[in-house]
């Protein structure tokens, strides 16, 4: 019986499964960029138990080391929040994931989960903002300023800034009129 992502999620961390999931997760990704010969990057969440756990890192760093080819096509997926809690373990994360030619994407960052200040020490390749950011954003000056501003931080670090699920069509615009990189609907 299908059951909802972030139940099967939950489950794994209860019965302490995450990291073989994301384990698994990376693998299936891995196979299918090679499979079917893509050339865009393709993003992994990854949970903060798999990114502390050090026989994940071990793997991941054989694993990228053994499919070098592909490895700046897999983008891993973490929350802002998550990594404002515990920004020296996710800095050195990145680092290592930069080490090895894959890339990082912090996800759902809006002005509440984290600053800019350690959005810029972390320096992951991609920000994926909220969608309560940019929905609304023709609207909403405010959130329109965060968003021209977003975009200069990401040009002058160079930060990929994407957003995702865009609803309403002069949101969209917006959006693309500003410049953001890439958007969801």
Do not use: C
């Amino acid at each position: 019986e299908l059951i909802p992502i972030g139940t099967f999620v939950s489950v794994a961390e209860k019965f302490e499964k995450i990291v073989e999931l994301d384990k698994s997760v990376t693998e299936k990704v891995i196979e299918h960029i090679e499979a079917q010969h893509i050339d865009y990057a393709i993003a992994v969440n990854l949970s903060t138990r798999t990114i502390k756990n050090s026989d994940f890192r071990a793997w991941l760093a054989t694993t990228l080391q053994q499919h070098h080819a592909i490895s700046a096509q897999l983008a891993f997926s973490i929350s802002a929040y998550a990594a404002a809690k515990e920004v020296k373990v996710f800095k050195e994360f990145i680092k290592f994931i930069h080490g090895h030619g894959a890339k990082v994407i912090l996800k759902r960052f809006d002005s509440q989960s984290m600053s800019l200040e350690t959005a810029k020490i972390l320096k992951p390749d991609y920000i994926r903002l909220a969608r309560d950011v940019g929905n609304g954003v023709s609207r909403e000056p405010g959130k329109q300023a965060f968003v021209e501003t977003m975009k200069e931080v990401g040009d002058l670090l160079d930060i990929t800034i994407l957003a995702e699920n865009i609803q309403a069509d002069e949101d969209f615009a917006l959006i693309k009129t500003i410049g953001i990189t890439g958007t969801s609907r």
